[in-house]
């Protein structure tokens, strides 16, 4: 709304003009966004502190975890109002795509909210009933899908890109509607399952951020969608902006939440931020292209179902601890050591993704 505000007075300071460029305004996202969260987060520790909303800690875990018990928590909270609000500023509202990525952040968010308040502040050990918090998740996901399915763009909407393979384009139909939803859920319950150690989740999440930023703006600037032969969707490229403000507001909170951490994400973060993740992909056309570069949440969701499944089926636990990070902890991996190590791989997986673009 400020940078729409500021680029109308271009016919009178002409440098205002900078404010129609979806690069720059990006760029002022990330700066905006990091300012207001290293803002508020000293505030916003404080006031946890005296609220006494702190992490609660399970005895079964990895015993170096317990000094952690009463650290505040629910700092996802100020990664969401920087989030919003630079939206609110650089963003272009007349584009559609970004009120839903917004809608869907902070409907997720707002369900994280609700689960993590009955926990820490109502004391409720179970929290939000996993029929209301799924029920949630999958309402938000089948609006995204049903707006893509009637909203088509070139008759483009339904089509499923596949990495590596220029000619391989899936109409999925109706059927779309489902994996969209499946896509926001999964990803969003993905990043929750990551979100153990200091700094673990947030980091990937500003990775995947940075390359979701780049496919989003090639994906709507005509040229280079038909020079990388994308799929052009007019307006995607807005969502730059959205995830420039990610960015920002990821460093801001990673500021506070790096090892060892003084605040946590909680589920109002996670739940959200992978929502977010989830609602770009299915937006831009790269869904499959998410599990790519998001591998670490992959693999740690995996790592959970599997152990799940393992001790149901066989009473016989795959890992030591799931999900993975914990597997990792208990073979005596110093906890830095765990999250570099997924920051690395996040790292190469965010080049293989990009290289994506090329390799077709």
Known sequence: MLGE?????????SAFNVFRYITFRAMLSVLTALGISLAIGPFFIRYMQRRNVGQQIRELGPQSHLPKAGTPTMGGGMILIAVVVTALLWGDWRNPYIPIVVWVTVGLGLLGFTDDYLK???RNSRGLAARYKFGGQILLGLGVGVFLYFHRVDGSSTVLAVPFFKNVLPDLGSCYIPFAMLVIVAT??????TDGLDGLAIMPVIICAVVFALIAYVAGHVKLAEYLNLIYIPGVGELSVFLGAMVGAGLGFLWFNTYPATVFMGDIGSLSLGGALGTVAVLAKHELLLAVVGGVFVIEAVSVILQVASFKLFGRRIFRMAPLHHH?????????KVIVRAWIVTIVLGFVALSTLKLR
Request: charged share 15%; no cysteine; aromatic share 14%.
């Open 120 to 122: 820490l502040v109502a």
């Open 328 to 336: 990792f902890e208990m073979k005596g991996w110093p906890e830095p």
């Open 188 to 193: 969003s319950n993905a990043v929750n399952l």
């Open 5 to 13: 505000y500021l680029y109308s007075l271009h016919d009178q300071v």
